[in-house]
């Protein structure tokens, strides 16, 4: 695949559909906002939880971080699929606005768009966000982008950050 821009509905298609349902070892979603995204399968909408745990089943890793607390319809989703509490990994961090995911370290988006389904372009033509990211398969794109989530997964930003006391991975790092 080469480097493309993706915009509005071909962030859902293409990001959503077919990366991250085609993941085997690992799938990293950074955003700013997470809320309850549905997705299609088959003839129904799913949440998009449904597919994270479908892919935690099958041994994928799955890594989120975002920005704030995930509202109420994301929080009933993901209580319907008990392998999320052990499996799916998350890390709240307030300065998180990246919005990236990786799948696999062989194709990554970034760009404007939340994990939402406004953001990722699953709602209707005129219920959705106007978005635009690239991407990429090319390993000078994915490269950086994997070396910007995992410094922020490992906690190497916690230190000298300002907002540290509203940071799980802080205090989690630290031990309380």
């Not at 704030?68 to 998180?96: T, V, Y």
């Amino acid at each position: 695949m080469p480097t493309e821009v993706v915009t509005d509905r071909q962030t859902y298609e293409r990001v959503i559909q077919e990366a991250v349902a085609q993941a085997e070892a690992f799938v990293w979603i950074a955003t700013a906002d997470i809320k309850d995204l549905h997705v299609d399968r088959g003839k129904r909408m799913v949440p998009f939880l449904n597919v994270l745990s479908d892919l935690i089943d099958d041994g994928v890793v799955v890594r989120i971080i975002h920005a704030k607390e995930p509202g109420p319809a994301f929080r009933n989703d993901f209580d319907r699929f008990p392998n999320l509490i052990n499996g799916l990994e998350m890390i709240l961090c307030p300065r998180a606005h990246f919005k990236t995911v990786i799948v696999d370290g062989k194709t990554a988006y970034t760009g404007s768009a939340n994990l939402t389904g406004a953001g990722m372009g699953a709602k209707s033509e005129n219920r959705r966000n106007f978005e635009s990211g690239i991407l990429s398969d090319q390993p000078e794109i994915i490269r950086p982008l994997m070396e910007q989530f995992d410094a922020l997964w490992m906690g190497e930003r916690c230190q000298p950050c300002q907002r540290k006391e509203h940071c799980v991975t802080y205090h989690e790092l630290l031990g309380g």
